[in-house]
Every structure is written in structure tokens, then in C-alpha cells.
């Protein structure tokens, strides 16, 4: 990977950090929780001959500043920090966005407050966080699967998730992706000195402590851009089905917050389809962004 570089930038109290490569339109990738910016090293790497490929780590995680003030992991905060790294990097041209887990909810969120920056927009795993906390709201199967959302925040699962390195977090996080072929001992060892960085868990965490609020406390507030927001920017969902983060449910609503949708369902696949089998993913974003 000697032709990725690095780059930083501070926007209004944080110092992102960024990976980039090739060149080319662009195309900003979205990590979600417990990741970073590396866990689209695959789509990079065969994106780059043809794009200029640009990975983020989000505030708080991994070689990012990690600020305290959880206003700056609010939505609006973070779509304008991702707004401001792409006209550093780009100006006021338009660019394509792809978006993982929280990434992916920040992704559809960003398509819908600002529509006129993209070409087109792509959900990997993930609903629009305006229709997430719809299903928080109102769908119990939701509300179980994301007991996590507030279990992780404090007390006894906070401790095992953060301590020694937040090293029982990497060990269970990567273990079905162990058993791949690609997925190589030097992977494995970028994604454990990530997970380490001090701090890196909580500021992931941080991102559902500032957006989603208790399930009894969910009122019209805490919908942004609003409750019913959606886009008309080309979007694509890549739907691994062997996901149980979200209810797979959500795929038939999504239209309501995406009205120019195309769904990509992979069998065998679970929540992180680009790790899981990034040549068919990598296919798919080609796909895509030639149409």
C-alpha cells in the first residue's frame, strides 16, 4: 500500500484523518463501528486506478482527534465536517459517497441534507438514521438488536469493550472474518493497532450517545434533517442477508427516504459485505458508478 498517503484536516475543533489514493472522480468512503478508514482497503485499492479513492476515520477514531464536546459527533456536525474535507479535496464539485454501518446511515443523512454535492450515493448495510430511529421508535425486534447501542456506553460492557486495548473487542469483532483467506495476519494486526488507539472505542461509541437517545425519549428532535427527509441522489443499498444488526424490513421502506434506490441483496453474507467478499463488492460499486 506504499501509494496511499496520508492527510489530515482540522474543521471547527477536529482533526480528521484521512487515507487517499489514485486518481480520478471521487469517491469518499464512510467507516462504521467498531472500524476505520481501513476497512475499505479492498475497494480502494481496485478503485484507485480508475477514482481518487479517500477514507475517512471518523472524529474520535483511530489517528483522528478524539474531542470530548459530544456536539461534534451530531449529525449535523458530522455531515458538515465530511462536506468540508470534500471541498478541500475537490472544491464544489460533485463526488460519489460510500457509507458502512453508522457510515452508511451518515451517507444516506448526507445525501439528504445536501443533495447537489453527489453524483450518487451508496448504503452499505445501513438504513438512513432518520428511518432508524423510526424503527427505534416503533419496531421491538429493532429495539432488541440495538441494545448494544446503549448497553456499550457504560458499566460492566463498557469495561470489557475498552480495557487492555479494547483487545476482547478485536478478538470478537474479526473472528468470523479470520477464517477468509484474504483476510491476512497483517490485516488482522492493522485492525488491532487501530482498535487500540486510546480513546478510539469511545469515540466510536460517541456517535450513538449524541445521536440516539433513549427509546422513551425519541420525539421529533432528534430527527435530522427531519423525520420524513429524504433524496433524490442515485443510491444503492449493498444488502449482506445474513445481517442481524437491522431488520431486514427496513429494505421495503427505504424508498420512502431514497426515492432513486437500486438494492443489491448478497446471499451468504453478513454485516460487512466489503471485508467479507470484496471482489463482489467491488464489482458492484463499478457497476454502479459507470451507469
Not at 174 to 188: G, I, N, Q, V
Not at 268 to 290: A, T, W, Y
Amino acid at each position: 500500500m506504499t501509494d496511499f498517503k496520508d492527510g489530515y484536516l482540522e474543521i471547527a475543533g477536529v482533526n480528521l484523518h484521512y487515507v487517499e489514493a489514485g486518481s480520478g472522480p471521487l469517491i469518499i468512503f464512510y467507516h462504521g463501528f467498531p472500524l476505520f478508514w481501513f476497512s475499505f482497503h479492498h475497494q480502494m485499492t481496485a478503485l484507485k486506478d480508475h477514482f481518487r479513492v479517500v477514507a475517512v476515520d471518523g472524529p474520535g477514531i483511530n489517528l483522528s482527534s478524539k474531542p470530548e464536546d459530544l456536539s461534534l459527533y451530531k449529525l449535523p456536525n458530522l455531515t458538515y465536517q465530511l462536506d468540508e474535507l470534500a471541498k478541500h479535496l475537490i472544491g464544489d464539485e460533485k463526488f460519489y459517497l460510500v457509507g458502512h454501518d453508522w457510515g452508511g446511515a451518515l451517507a444516506w443523512s448526507y445525501a439528504q441534507q445536501y443533495p447537489q454535492r453527489l453524483h450518487k450515493v451508496v448504503g452499505i448495510n445501513a438504513p438512513p438514521t432518520n428511518q432508524l430511529l423510526g424503527l427505534l421508535e416503533n419496531n421491538p425486534d429493532q429495539q432488541t438488536r440495538s441494545s448494544y447501542m446503549f448497553s456499550m456506553r457504560s458499566g460492566k460492557q463498557h469495561r470489557k469493550i475498552t480495557e487492555n486495548g479494547a483487545n476482547l473487542l478485536w478478538k470478537n469483532a474479526y473472528s468470523s472474518l479470520r477464517k477468509l483467506p484474504h483476510f491476512t495476519a497483517e490485516h488482522d494486526e492493522i485492525f488491532r493497532q487501530g482498535l487500540a488507539q486510546p480513546g478510539t472505542v469511545d469515540g466510536g461509541i460517541n456517535w450513538y450517545r449524541a445521536n440516539i437517545p433513549e427509546l422513551d425519549q425519541i420525539n421529533d428532535k432528534h430527527f435530522w434533517p427531519s423525520r420524513t427527509a429524504s433524496t433524490d441522489v442515485p443510491g444503492l443499498l449493498i444488502w449482506g442477508e445474513r445481517d442481524d444488526t437491522f431488520v431486514p424490513s427496513f429494505i421495503d421502506d427505504l424508498p420512502l427516504f431514497v426515492s432513486d434506490l437500486q438494492v443489491r441483496r448478497l446471499p451468504g453474507l453478513g454485516h460487512s459485505p466489503m471485508l467479507e467478499d470484496p471482489e463482489q463488492v467491488n464489482n458492484i460499486l463499478r457497476e454502479f458508478f459507470s451507469s
